[in-house]
């Protein structure tokens, strides 16, 4: 009965384990994904379709050139609603409020998620996490047939799950990473964007050919084999592992020298709230979470509603640009991680000018959507580029607080996500406000020019106070902070 368990275990051993943990802190990012943008792609089977009005899409701006590829031909007629599975009434404002519930939840639970980790270990923080989300996941049908708000608890319950694994997973990336793979690892994290990538198309086959019910209940089940998968590979750390080698442990240990405190220490809260590169920093990732967390909850909507793609093209080409930005997520780790093993660079002059990259292309690219007229395709190229430039995050906000306080790390992140979180249920709204007529391109101009002032002016915040040093703060009994080579 064990035996093909055994092999398994036997197998993945061969491999260094280091790398095996980054494997799954990649899955674990997938599933988390998977499990929170499913909603922007069912949602719109689960209601009743948009009717056409006074203003033109610009499907019907290309006199319908074509039709057959709008998501619902209620959209350009009277035609016949496909049957995915009941639909609900509700309105676009309570739309966005159930597209918005999952970050109500995750910002309840990224605060203190950090610290949990610290105290309790990520291992089963994380675990758990997933254990619990696949449940909610599969519950999801029942909660819509009693009510919107139901469904809104459901979500929220979601989001307080999922807001404990970011904070957790940079935890155990301050004790698994050695420095000069750190940017491979916090790549590791974009695990999040390919879960997107897989999910969008995904869901849109399982609701055309099973219904939107199958589009929670799949998922659900490869999150919960996830969550198997989790215990047996995962430790808190490499002195906590049952199989590492000891060579292995004793080259990570010895890289991370005493930047990692062996006692369990609280957080500098007074020192963080006046400490400029956190402040920097905390900025920087709010930004970049805006320009994420708009084009999770909004593309679909955009794509099928603006642009007048069918369900299963406007999951897939939604997902383009995450497929995009996890590539360029490696590549730009791999650069980084180049640059600072060579001395190339300094850590600070890394963050900073890996802005540029990360933040200020992916914002001129959202201004240029603007005036680039009424094409699809041009759309979806622009979009593409936006957000696979901005996968030089892994060089910037994702792993800046591994820098200035190692000890930390899951502290941090959990604040400068909780804060981050609020775009998350921000900018459904906005999109609401936005496009409550009828989503034309003239309304979502002014939704794409604030996103790229999300991403601009957190930029050049970050380049003026920003820094890629330990802080004293990191260790309380430390003297100054870590020279650096620049």
Known sequence: ???????????????????????????????????????????????????????????????????????????????????????????SHDQSIILGAYFYGYLISSLPAGIFAERFG?????????????????????????????????????????????????NLISKWAPPDEKGKFVSALMGGTFGTVITWPLVGVLIETLGWSFAFYIPAGIAAIAAVLWYIIVADSPATHPRIKSEEKDYIEKSLGDTISKSKLMPPIASLATSPPFLALLVLHFGNLWGLYFLITAAPKFMSEVLGFKLAKAGFLSALPYLARSLAAFLFGTIGDLLRKRSIMGVTAIRKSFCLFSHIIPGLFLVGLIYIGFDPYVCVAIITLSLGFNGASTMTNLQNSQDLAPNFAGTLYGIINFVGTSSGFIS???????????????????????????????????????????????????????????
């Open 1 to 91: 009965m064990y035996g093909p368990l055994v092999q398994f275990i036997k197998a993945i051993d061969r491999i260094p384990t280091r790398f095996n943990v980054s494997i799954m802190l990649f899955m674990a990012c997938l599933i988390s994904y998977m499990l929170r943008v499913n909603m922007s792609v069912n949602i719109l089977a689960m209601v009743q379709p948009i009717q056409s009005s006074s203003k033109q899409s610009v499907l019907e701006q290309r006199n319908s050139s074509a039709s057959g590829e709008s998501i619902n031909q209620t959209i350009v007629g009277h035609s016949k609603i496909p049957d995915y599975g009941p639909r609900y009434n509700w309105s």
């Open 122 to 170: 990520g291992r089963n923080m994380v675990g758990l996490s997933l254990a619990f989300s696949a449940l909610l996941t599969a519950l999801t049908p029942l909660a819509a047939d009693n009510g919107m708000w139901a469904t809104i608890a459901n979500r929220v319950a979601l989001g307080i799950l999922g807001g404990f694994l970011y904070p957790a997973l940079h």
């Open 428 to 486: 459904p709204i906005l999109v609401a406000h936005f496009t409550v007529d009828q989503s034309t391109m003239d309304e979502w101009q002014y939704v794409f020019m604030i996103g790229a002032a999300a991403y601009i002016v957190p930029a050049l915040i970050f380049v003026v106070f920003g820094s890629g040093q330990v802080q004293k703060w990191n260790e309380p009994k430390q003297a100054p902070a870590t020279p650096e080579h620049s």
